[in-house]
């Protein structure tokens, strides 16, 4: 019972350790999106930042908070500051957020949550679809990413936006006609990231606790040898 329970927590010390490879280091940066001032206004909503993100003019400015890989090689996931997003308000209707925005390189889809007073509380949802994308960052379309030990370079650029096929199924099957939300589209132009350095992939360094269960493990599985030699 020991040596399973032993194995056990080997194992999960194992899929952590993997799980956190998953996250590719890079220099800080921030992403740059495109605002269309008249889509929004056409709709009589007004428009601002929220959380950990500036409005200036006609563009958003969010900081690149993570960068991860599913699988390596893999397409990249680019992961925006989870407060940051866009608020639209206007008189006597409920405030729409969109926050906590991710990229996803394998299928060129924008995720985010988005909340719209108690009829609508989506989270991690697929939301818009770019028809345009351009990546520096494993090849041209960032989908061929591996875990590597050579300095790379972040570039992203993606326009041409429209609502993501699931999003417009979703509010179909909700009863909600998904043109209602089209200017969620058309007020978004492009995001863009510039050329940034991406830091070599250090391995990680055991921590003593981990040698130490490892080492438990080590013993057990010589004592259960020997005495299988002994009967």
Request: proline share 3%.
């Amino acid at each position: 019972m020991m040596i399973k329970k032993l194995s056990t927590a080997i194992a999960l010390v194992a899929v952590a350790t993997a799980a956190s490879a998953a996250n590719q280091p890079f220099t800080a940066t921030n992403a740059t999106v495109g605002i269309d001032a008249s889509a929004i206004s056409a709709t009589g909503y007004s428009l601002s930042a929220t959380g950990a993100a500036s409005l200036s003019g006609g563009t958003l400015t969010i900081a690149v908070e993570s960068l991860g890989l599913d699988t390596s090689p893999g397409a990249l996931d680019i992961n925006f500051a989870e407060t940051g997003g866009l608020k639209l308000t206007k008189a006597f209707n409920p405030s729409i957020t969109l926050t906590d925005f991710t990229f996803d390189l394998s299928t060129n889809t924008l995720y985010g949550d988005l909340k719209a007073g108690i009829f609508l509380n989506l989270n991690d949802q697929s939301l818009l679809t770019a028809t345009n994308v351009s990546s520096s960052f494993g090849g041209v379309d960032g989908t061929s990413v591996t875990s590597s030990g050579s300095a790379r370079t972040l570039g992203l650029s993606a326009s041409g936006f429209v609502l993501s096929q699931a999003f417009r199924d979703y509010l179909t099957d909700a009863e909600v006609n998904p043109d209602d939300f089209g200017y969620i589209a058309d007020m978004i132009t492009a995001v863009n990231i510039g050329t940034v350095s991406i830091t070599p992939t250090v391995p990680a360094v055991p921590e003593p606790s981990t040698y130490a269960l490892m080492g438990l493990g080590l013993v057990g599985m010589a004592l259960v040898s020997r005495r299988r030699r002994q009967a």
